[in-house]
């Protein structure tokens, strides 16, 4: 008796058509089937060859040949095994991609994580700082006024006080003046000698008057002078108090600055209504427009070399027209970046801005150019610099090639010259352990990092960690402290215009932040 079983050609179809979506739960199902197939017709061979011997039958047995019992491998087809290998070799490659790639996101996950929390325990340090002063501040103000009604009470007093001198002055000259009309009709006879002495006694009286007057005098101008010293105290820490609150309102709103993507720079708009000619007819850039007799700042739409035009702000204030490429005045922009950001601009032209590597280049390309860089710090200080100036294209990724021309500032950038253009996802420094946009949280020329950098984070009070310090707006000669300035300015304008002499104070630039 032979069990029947499905042509193995069978069994390949179907792994063939199931090979991709096999588990391991039915490969093991598929190997125990296999093996149970071959065992049913060996026992029943052994159960027909029992079964004589238990009826006690005396038949003589059967010794014709029997028909050869078909038998069938325990082993699968090797094609099968094949098959099978090759789809668990796919599910394990793509698990492993998987595992690969969810490792990768979690641990971008907790540092950036590790980064917000860094960021978040820092700025609530300096929250504390910022409140324990202002707290300070609030007690030693209310005493200030306090002594300031005190002393504004003992005013008081004494002018009343001096009022009434003045009034026993007026009473007592005019009691002079009475007796010195007795003396004159009584010049003919003589003064008797109780006159004499009631006219000295008088005498004393108004001199002794006299310097209590000029006591008292002395005394008010004292408690003036005091006055104004409280007033010009409070008025100091009144300022203080405004600062630390402005302070206190922008370290608040510093992490959303800080993570926040910054905004695009607002593209030149065309319309169907506009002709071919007036596109033209665009200045290719503001010493362009200057030359046709513009004088006034603005924002104005440029097209260099016959470029896709953009909008660019324009500084008229000098003797020629210049185009601004960047400008950091209240920190309102986030100027840690990626390259595509740097590479378009980004910002707002009215305010804080980058306009963009593909627009400074375009600019460059006209013709010789000239970089002017003006900085100011938080005490009103205003230095420039200018350089002959020239920047490759996307292929150097932007290398920048500067040349000392005149200013009042000191030259860092010496080192800077012919380096390419890094950000924070694209590093392109000489510095191998580090990426320096990372680091100093802003793009610029690095070298191997250095101390200079423009676009660096803006800070509205001096940190207090070293580290903190070196990733503001940096323009650091060698052997200097770190100092993070408060205003910058970056034009370019065409070198075909004279270039005046350095000046010897900051007073005579007459540039200014528009």
Same mark, same amino acid.
């Given at each position: 008796?032979?069990?029947?079983?499905?042509?193995?050609?069978?069994?390949?179809?179907?792994?063939?058509?199931?090979?991709? %979506?096999?588990?391991? /739960?039915?490969?093991?199902?598929?190997?125990?089937?296999?093996?149970?197939?071959?065992?049913?017709?060996?026992?029943?061979?052994?159960?027909?060859?029992?079964?004589?011997?238990?009826?006690?039958?005396?038949?003589?047995?059967?010794?014709?040949?029997?028909?050869?019992?078909?038998?069938?491998?325990?082993?699968?087809?090797?094609?099968?095994?094949?098959?099978?290998?090759?789809?668990?070799?796919?599910?394990?490659?793509?698990?492993?991609?998987?595992?690969?790639?969810?490792?990768?996101?979690?641990?971008?996950?907790?540092?950036?994580?590790?980064?917000?929390?860094?960021?978040?325990?820092?700025?609530?340090?300096?929250?504390?700082?910022?409140?324990?002063?202002?707290?300070?501040?609030?007690?030693?103000?209310?005493?200030?006024?306090?002594?300031?009604?005190?002393?504004?009470?003992?005013?008081?007093?004494?002018?009343?006080?001096?009022?009434?001198?003045?009034?026993?002055?007026?009473?007592?000259?005019?009691?002079?003046?009475?007796?010195?009309?007795?003396?004159?009709?009584?010049?003919?006879?003589?003064?008797?000698?109780?006159?004499?002495?009631?006219?000295?006694?008088?005498?004393?009286?108004?001199?002794?008057?006299?310097?209590?007057?000029?006591?008292?005098?002395?005394?008010?101008?004292?408690?003036?002078?005091?006055?104004?010293?409280?007033?010009?105290?409070?008025?100091?820490?009144?300022?203080?108090?405004?600062?630390?609150?402005?302070?206190?309102?922008?370290?608040?709103?510093?992490?959303?600055?800080?993570?926040?993507?910054?905004?695009?720079? /607002?593209?030149?708009?065309?319309?169907?209504? /506009?002709?071919?000619?007036?596109?033209?007819?665009?200045?290719?850039?503001?010493?362009?427009?200057?030359?046709?007799?513009?004088?006034?700042?603005?924002?104005?739409?440029?097209?260099?070399?016959?470029?896709?035009?953009?909008?660019?702000?324009?500084?008229?204030?000098?003797?020629?027209?210049?185009?601004?490429?960047?400008?950091?005045?209240?920190?309102?922009?986030?100027?840690?970046?990626?390259?595509?950001?740097?590479?378009?601009?980004?910002?707002?032209?009215?305010?804080?801005?980058?306009?963009?590597?593909?627009?400074?280049?375009?600019?460059?390309?006209?013709?010789?150019?000239?970089?002017?860089?003006?900085?100011?710090?938080?005490?009103?200080?205003?230095?420039?610099?200018?350089?002959?100036?020239?920047? %490759?294209?996307?292929?150097?990724?932007?290398?920048?090639?500067?040349?000392?021309?005149?200013?009042?500032?000191?030259?860092?950038?010496?080192?800077?010259?012919?380096?390419?253009?890094?950000?924070?996802?694209?590093?392109?420094?000489?510095?191998?352990?580090?990426?320096?946009?990372?680091?100093?949280?802003?793009?610029? #020329?690095?070298?191997?990092?250095?101390?200079?950098?423009?676009?660096?984070?803006?800070?509205?009070?001096?940190?207090?960690?070293?580290?903190?310090?070196?990733?503001?707006?940096? #323009?650091?000669?060698?052997?200097?402290?770190?100092?993070?300035?408060?205003?910058?300015?970056?034009?370019?304008?065409?070198?075909?215009?004279?270039?005046?002499?350095?000046?010897?104070?900051?007073?005579?630039?007459?540039?200014?932040?528009?």
């Amino acid at each position: 008796m032979y069990i029947k079983t499905r042509d193995p050609s069978h069994w390949r179809e179907r792994a063939a058509s199931c090979s991709h %979506n096999i588990t391991n /739960t039915q490969l093991e199902k598929r190997r125990d089937n296999n093996m149970r197939i071959p065992l049913i017709p060996i026992l029943l061979a052994a159960a027909a060859a029992c079964v004589p011997s238990l009826c006690g039958s005396g038949d003589p047995p059967d010794l014709r040949p029997e028909a050869p019992v078909e038998t069938r491998s325990r082993f699968a087809a090797l094609d099968d095994v094949r098959l099978l290998g090759n789809g668990l070799l796919q599910l394990g490659q793509s698990l492993r991609e998987f595992v690969q790639k969810t490792k990768g996101q979690i641990n971008d996950i907790f540092q950036k994580l590790n980064i917000f929390d860094n960021s978040f325990y820092r700025l609530s340090v300096l929250a504390s700082e910022i409140k324990e002063e202002e707290e300070e501040l609030k007690k030693t103000t209310v005493v200030l006024k306090a002594n300031n009604e005190e002393i504004k009470d003992m005013s008081v007093k004494i002018g009343s006080k001096v009022d009434i001198i003045l009034q026993e002055k007026s009473q007592l000259k005019s009691k002079v003046e009475g007796l010195e009309e007795k003396l004159s009709g009584m010049s003919h006879g003589l003064v008797t000698s109780e006159q004499v002495a009631e006219i000295n006694g008088l005498r004393e009286v108004i001199h002794s008057q006299e310097r209590s007057i000029t006591e008292l005098l002395e005394a008010v101008r004292e408690q003036s002078d005091q006055l104004n010293h409280q007033r010009a105290k409070i008025r100091i820490l009144e300022e203080k108090f405004t600062v630390n609150t402005l302070t206190q309102e922008t370290n608040e709103r510093m992490p959303g600055i800080f993570k926040s993507e910054a905004p695009t720079l /607002t593209p030149y708009l065309t319309s169907s209504s /506009t002709s071919t000619t007036s596109m033209t007819n665009l200045p290719s850039d503001c010493s362009d427009l200057f030359s046709r007799g513009e004088r006034v700042s603005g924002v104005y739409g440029i097209r260099p070399n016959g470029t896709e035009p953009f909008m660019a702000l324009c500084d008229m204030s000098k003797e020629h027209g210049a185009t601004v490429i960047q400008r950091r005045m209240d920190g309102s922009v986030n100027f840690d970046q990626t390259w595509v950001k740097y590479e378009n601009g980004f910002g707002d032209l009215q305010g804080d801005f980058w306009l963009g590597l593909r627009n400074i280049h375009s600019l460059v390309t006209q013709g010789s150019s000239v970089l002017h860089i003006q900085l100011e710090d938080w005490k009103q200080n205003r230095r420039f610099v200018e350089y002959r100036f020239n920047l %490759n294209g996307p292929e150097s990724n932007y290398s920048i090639h500067l040349t000392h021309l005149s200013g009042d500032l000191p030259d860092p950038m010496i080192n800077h010259t012919g380096m390419m253009f890094s950000t924070k996802d694209r590093d392109n420094d000489n510095h191998q352990e580090s990426n320096c946009a990372h680091d100093h949280t802003g793009g610029w #020329w690095y070298n191997a990092c250095g101390d200079t950098n423009l676009n660096g984070r803006y800070f509205h009070m001096r940190p207090k960690g070293r580290s903190d310090r070196r990733r503001g707006i940096q #323009w650091k000669p060698a052997q200097k402290t770190y100092y993070s300035l408060k205003l910058t300015q970056i034009s370019v304008h065409r070198a075909a215009y004279p270039i005046t002499a350095p000046s010897s104070s900051a007073s005579t630039e007459t540039g200014v932040f528009l």
